[in-house]
């Protein structure tokens, strides 16, 4: 506790006696100041005992002691120390009054004891004050690295909101709180999602103060990140503001966090090249390798089905650092794995992407059909494609699938395409795109110009017939014309393309052709 006018009345050895303002001798003193000047407030800070031995004042005017009184109030001066017996044998009843009317604590100073021994007592009670909260922050940062390396994250957090009687919480890279103490301090952490938003938009390292009013309690946010990148933040939560010790522990507890979600860049780099070889060696047909490489670090995430995710930055010119889209996706798949305790591996590939193993099923894999699946690629500013479950053996099969689902979310425009959607669906919506079209519309051209001279209704005769697998009386029926006119219509077809309808190929291509085109409107559009 620093020292309090109450703790120097105490002192045995100051002699010191309350003449006013009894009922507020609890303030804290920031410093004992000897002044003579008849207005000293240009010179206090705020917080401080002043000494006087009213050389200069005129003690026994009352309105001037009022005036006196009223501004060193004003100034944040938290006592007033009157030495009796230097200038006047008492403390006169105008500053006596004065000090009354104003609540100022008056001290009267007895001839015996100077004001460098109040300084001294004072400044004794600063530094005895400021080596507890020391000690005290030492003991909270022995405390908090040892739960920090027996316990981990969570048991800082717990260990931390015991250190400064409060609460706190921890949240990761996405804002989302990951660990909380006590266990209602979760809701309240929750409440301040936006307040961690807006922290994360700023260069580390940032803080924020929120609450404090109202009889709300007073938040203090501080992110966590060694570089100008904000890997998560930290909230603590106090009835009133940190002191010195619950200072130093705060202090502690964001270094120790720091380090646990901001690994080493060398840390960081090696695990990335391990990740990379694994990875290899799953897509070259070496599982049993890639599972003694991986150990324990991936091991696990290979002993399941798993999901392979491509990722790609939607835009021409991606955009670096912390607001590159790929940084993004990655760690928003980070979090979701740190969160659900699941095994991640995710590397850049070749083309400036990203491959990602998650486990089937799993929160991460989750997390990105959620955010992601109902997405447009611009909104997103990534295109993803995912495989269907698979396992070790399986890997390069499980990479053409991301492959093939990436390439149809770059031409449908989406985020997120899944292989099963793939495998499940229509095969036309694959080729709806500009060069397929064109084909079909260069196919078909001449059919539809000979149709729009009126001379026969071949297109249609064409889709009646290949619908019907080359029924003549079923689609004859369907047209409504007799199985003669059909075989005729077929022949011209046949002499106009210049190719058999016998060759399963040709059928094909003209349902697909005749599936994917415009229709008449696009020749009649070319022809003009």
Do not use: N
């Not at 952490?189 to 938003?197: C, F, I």
């Amino acid at each position: 506790m620093p020292p309090t006018l109450a703790s120097l009345v105490q002192h045995s050895a100051l002699k010191l006696t309350v003449r006013a303002g009894e009922d507020r001798l609890e303030v804290p003193v920031r410093w004992a100041h000897v002044s003579e000047l008849a207005d000293p407030v240009p010179y206090m800070e705020g917080g401080e005992l002043l000494l006087v031995t009213a050389m200069t004042l005129d003690a026994e005017d009352r309105e001037a002691m009022r005036r006196y009184v009223r501004r060193l109030v004003g100034a944040g001066v938290v006592g007033l120390g009157f030495a009796v017996g230097v200038y006047y044998e008492d403390i006169p009843d105008a500053l006596v009054e004065a000090a009354k009317e104003e609540g100022l604590p008056l001290l009267a100073v007895p001839r015996r004891t100077p004001f460098l021994a109040i300084s001294k007592a004072v400044s004794a009670a600063i530094a005895a004050d400021q080596y507890r909260a020391v000690t005290a922050g030492f003991e909270a940062q022995r405390e908090l690295t040892r739960a920090a390396l027996a316990e981990g994250p969570d048991a800082v957090v717990a260990r931390l909101a015991a250190h400064i009687d409060g609460w706190a919480a921890l949240y990761d890279a996405s804002g989302a709180v990951v660990a909380a103490a006590p266990e209602w301090a979760a809701r309240r952490a929750a409440r301040l999602t936006g307040d961690v938003e807006r922290l994360r938009e700023r260069a580390a390292p940032a803080s924020a103060v929120v609450g404090g009013t109202d009889g709300d309690d007073r938040v203090e946010l501080q992110s966590l990140g060694s570089g100008r990148r904000v890997r998560g933040a930290l909230a603590v939560g106090t009835g009133a503001p940190l002191g010195t010790a619950e200072r130093y522990a705060v202090h502690s507890a964001v270094a120790l966090l720091t380090l646990s979600t901001e690994r080493s860049r060398a840390l960081q780099a090696a695990e990335q090249r391990l990740g990379a070889a694994v990875l290899r060696m799953l897509l070259s047909g070496q599982p049993d390798h890639a599972r003694a490489v991986a150990g324990d670090l991936y091991g696990g995430l290979l002993d399941a089905p798993f999901r392979l995710l491509l990722a790609e930055r939607a835009g021409d010119a991606p955009p670096k650092g912390a607001d590159d889209p790929l940084h993004v996706f990655t760690e928003s798949l980070e979090s979701a794995a740190a969160r659900a305790g699941e095994a991640l591996l995710a590397v850049p590939d070749v083309d400036d992407r990203l491959v990602v193993l998650a486990a089937d099923g799993g929160a991460v894999v989750a997390a990105c059909a959620a955010a992601y699946g109902d997405k447009e690629a611009a909104d997103a500013e990534t295109y993803v494609g995912l495989s269907a479950p698979t396992g070790p053996i399986a890997a390069a099969g499980a990479y053409k699938q991301a492959e093939q689902s990436l390439s149809v979310a770059r031409r449908r425009g989406r985020a997120l395409v899944e292989h099963d959607e793939l495998a499940t669906g229509s095969i036309l919506p694959l080729l709806a795109d500009d060069a397929v079209r064109a084909f079909a519309d260069g196919m078909l051209r001449a059919l539809y110009e000979h149709d729009a001279t009126g001379r026969g209704d071949l297109v249609a005769s064409l889709r009646a017939w290949l619908s019907r697998h080359g029924q003549w009386d079923a689609a004859a029926a369907d047209l409504g014309v007799h199985r003669h006119t059909l075989r005729y219509r077929m022949r011209r077809v046949e002499e106009i393309l210049g190719r058999s309808l016998d060759d399963p190929d040709v059928r094909m291509e003209l349902w697909l052709a005749l599936k994917t085109t415009a229709g008449p409107a696009t020749a009649a559009a070319a022809t003009e």
